[in-house]
Structure formats: C-alpha cells, structure tokens
C-alpha cells in the first residue's frame, strides 16, 4: 500500500498526470472551458466571447483505509502530507486484527487541464479545444489481512502462521493525455425556452495501466522464508512502468492509444422571452434565466495499451514462496518472472498470457440542476454517476451528489459545495470554492486541510483562465 502511494506521487511530480470534480467552479456561469468538461453545451450562448484556461489541477483522494491523525496534521499542510508519503511516517491503519476480513476502499484521480480555449463563432454557437493529461487509481473491497500485509511488507507478525482468504479485492489503474475538439450550439430558442447541445470528441494517448482481478487467494505467511499460497489464482495486466524513464533520461512516455467523447444537452427556462432580452441594452453580469437543467454522458471511449504491456494468469494447487524477504526485487519484469516461478514451480514464463489490454474511460452520466433564485444568489445541484464497465476493465469514478449555494458576479464568486462521495463507502464533505478575477481556487472536502479531522482524503482544485466577457451593448435580431 505505501508502495502504491509513493508511486502515485512520483507520476505526479514526474510526469505531472493529473479528476475532475471542482463543484465549486464547473458549474458557474464564468467556468468557460472547465465548464464543457462536466456538459460540451454549457459553453454555448454563454458570458464570454472567449475563454482561455491557462493551467488548472484537480486531485480527489479517499481511503477507509490509512489515516493521518489529526493532532499530527497542519492547517493547509501539504508538504506535510507529501513527506509522510515519502518517508513512510504518520499513516496509520483502519486495520483491526479482531475482524481481519473487512473490506476498504481506496480512490484517487487527479486531473491537470493544459491550456484550453473556448470562443464563439457565431451569435449562439461556440467551439473549444482541451488539453489535459488525467489518472485514476481505484482499489475496491479489499480485506484488512490483505492491504495490512501490503502496508507492513508482510512483516506483521502477529498476521503469520495463519491462513487468511481474499476473493474481492480488485485494482484499477490508469493515466493518459488526452485532446478533445468541442464545439456546442443552441438547438431550440422560442420565447422563454432554450435548448443547447454540444459535444466533445477526444483524442487519447495512454501512458500507464495496471490491474488485478477475479482474485481468490489463500495464503499463509509462515515466517521470513515461507509464504505458502493453495488454492490460488488471480489475473493480472500492466504497463511496464521501468520503460517510462530508462536510466539514460528517455522513456516511452505514450503506451496505447483511443477515442473518446463527452456529449451534452441543457434546457434553460428564461426571465425574459429571447426577443425582449436581445432587444435591451445587457449587462454582462445580468443573468437571465430562472433556472436551468443539463444532462450529460462524460468520457466514453477506450484506451488500447499495446505497448511495453503484458498480462499475466497465476493459478496453483500448491506453492511456496521460499525466502521471499530476502528475494531482491529490481523491477516489474522481474517481479512477473519470479511470481510466475512460485506459482508454476520454477517456469518464469508460463504466466504471461498476451502483449496487451484495453481499458475503458471513467464513464459517467451527470445531472446538472442551477436554480437562479434571488439576483446574484444560485443553488447547482449535481450528481455524478459512475456506469460500469460489465467485464471489462477501465477506470472507475467515484459517485457524486452535490448541492452549492454561491454567490456570483463577473469579477468575484463564492461557492459552498455539500456533497456525498460513493466509490463502496459513502463519504460526505464540505468545501469552499472562490474566484477572484482570473483566478480561482477551491476544495470540495477541506475538513483534514483544514485540521478538523484526521486526513484520509482530499479534494483540492486550484487554476487560473483568462476570459472576456460579452459586453454591455445592443443586441441585434
């Protein structure tokens, strides 16, 4: 477990791959771009004439798992944080030996839009263009005895000389860039109804993958030289993560290839009909309408990883891991070679089943409710909902239902975003949100940031974006 958390920082501060929640912002009549990642329509017959996103970055992390105590944390500490990663210091575990077989869950996702644009080219048509490079990391219904073993490098002794079983514990893992083409347009204007479209066509280049299911292991940790496993199998794939930055400074960055696609629909209930409104003299901060509703299917698409990829059947009768803590492990070719070795009794290759795997895009479909109820004064509902992969493998997105109050002006705007988390434990979470000018900065769950709890997660969104807005003026027919 420290393993895998080191090396979801090391990609980050590397290789900057970076999901995409920022509830405070994407809904906002100023999110421009950002706002056509949540629905491709939004950007349509919207505040601006053009919007550039210069950088902005999400991450969204979340655990039943480890913890860092409270009393151990900083206000707004994430140096802190970071250092503990590193050197393995002040996690601590959910972990309890009276009920080894409970499940955890752990997700992370983290998104760093590049420069973005979005500008009108007609009197209610507009097109963008993304850049954005996004990973998520999914470890679901995994049991105490097994991620406790992982965090303690099987040297949890008073887990030894027992037999434990694991047959739920799946791993999801996946980073890549992407390039989406956007473009959205008001369908349907008739007086005081408004019906936009827009869709986003991606596309992919992935960069690492891993995954492990259909696990059903049983094992027993004798002591440092025996880690017995019977009646075992488990099904593995992986991009070789060594070939991403050899020793000589190169690497191969991109390891697959796809398409993807967001597609949209908003209806909009006006204050005033169309006509009436063109007709007057607007002001850029005048919102008018009452309320308004989208819909939205988000990141379908696939990714085919076909390169330094491999994956990998294990499955025995009977087999005994000799000497494991004193086995010197250098690399996951390696590693493949020697756990193909344990399972099938000294045959390093009989594991390996093919050269390459799809994964599959978070997929989702959002519901986007902005209720315009008093001047300058909103309330967004949004809620986010995975849709399963079936068989297949791919990235899973945590569920997400949200309510924002927020205050908003051309220069100025405050959110509050109250929301639920469901990735197979339901979390709840309080954040603030604010954009100053260009400039805007938020968290949907600030409470470890903020030290009032122990931090087993985050949610942390920052970035800046350069707009113009349309101006005061006379609006023609």
Partial sequence: MKKAALILLCFHNVIFISAQQYLGI?????AGIQGACL?????????????????STNTVFDNTFLYIPRDSLHVFGFKKVINDIIHETDFFTHFDLAHPNKLYDVTFSNELLGPSFMINIGKRSSIGLTTASRAYVNISSITGHFAENAFAYLQYQDLWKTTFHDNTAKLNLMSWLEYGLNYATVIYAKDRNEFKGGITLKYLQGIAAAYFKNTDLTYNIIDTTQLVFTQSYLNYGRTNYNSLINTNGSGNLINGNGFGANIGFTYTRLRNPHKEYEKKIIDEGENNYVYRIGISVIDLG???FNKNTATFHLETDSANFLNWKHTHIANNIQFDKIISAVFYHNDSTRSFVSDHFGRRLPAAISLQADWNFYKNFFINATIVKSIGHGSRQGAIRPDVYSLTPRYEKKWFELSIPISLLYYGHWQSRVGLAARIYYFFIGGDALGSLLKLNDFEGTDFYVGVHFFVAKKKGKHTE
């Fill in 26 to 30: 994407r809904n906002s009549n100023y």
């Fill in 39 to 55: 629905n491709p329509s939004s950007i349509a017959d919207s505040k601006f004439k053009w919007d550039i996103n210069v950088a």
């Fill in 302 to 304: 696939a990714i085919n």
